[in-house]
T-cell receptor, first 111, second 112 residues
């Protein structure tokens, strides 16, 4: 089992709809969870951080964490074509000063 | 302007040559990281350093070497022993007392 798993997609969502991206992780001791957005040919950009169960909202983005089920999700409301990118989930591994990244989900917003 | 710089943006080398990729940060972060990304893949950790003059191997360190002589700089050398060096190389630094990592723009290395 991979340490951090994401559906690679592609995920296609119409403009204005809600895009839902999911990530599961294997280490029950993980405490910090991140979502990065990566446009084609560019480097990843941190867009959301979440550390406790529940929701964390920032503008159109909401990160959701459920430690009991070991999953973290990202919701994008009112999706825009500019949201089309690959979204990477990253999780810290307990006791290690490093992150483990999922393979990313490619999201396409259709006008 | 605080941030992370990587140079060059594109790099071409012949097989059998060593090449060094530059990474500099002025965020005053202690920890720095090197990742490799292949097309359609996530990020794989090559090396990381939590403090000057110390570094640890990541998941795919074979064929790579690093140094950390200054807090601001963490250069990566891709040696001729690396069997498939063509990839997108990303450097990151990590905010102190946090796991938040911030990335440089990357270097795209092509070896023929």
């Amino acid at each position: 089992q991979k340490e951090v798993e994401q559906n690679s997609g592609p995920l296609s969502v119409p403009e204005g709809a809600i895009a839902s991206l999911n990530c599961t992780y294997s280490d029950r001791g993980s405490q910090s969870f991140f979502w990065y957005r990566q446009y084609s040919g560019k480097s990843p950009e941190l867009i959301m951080s979440i550390y406790s169960n529940g929701d964390q909202e920032d503008g159109r983005f909401t990160a959701q964490l459920n430690k009991a089920s070991q999953y973290v999700s990202l919701l994008i409301r009112d999706s825009q074509p500019s949201d089309s990118a690959t979204y990477l989930c990253a999780v810290n591994m307990e006791g290690a000063q490093k992150l483990v990244f999922g393979q990313g989900t490619r999201l396409t917003i259709n006008p | 302007d605080g941030g992370i710089t990587q140079s060059p943006k594109y790099l071409f080398r012949k097989e059998g040559q060593n090449v060094t990729l530059s990474c500099e940060q002025n965020l005053n972060h202690d920890a720095m990281y090197w990742y490799r990304q292949d097309p359609g893949q996530g990020l794989r950790l090559i090396y990381y350093s939590q403090i000057v003059n110390d570094f640890q191997k990541g998941d795919i360190a074979e064929g790579y070497s690093v140094s950390r002589e200054k807090k601001e700089s963490f250069p990566l050398t891709v040696t001729s022993a690396q069997k498939n060096p063509t990839a997108f190389y990303l450097c990151a630094s990590q905010q102190d007392n946090s796991y938040e990592q911030y990335f440089g723009p990357g270097t795209r290395l092509t070896v023929t």
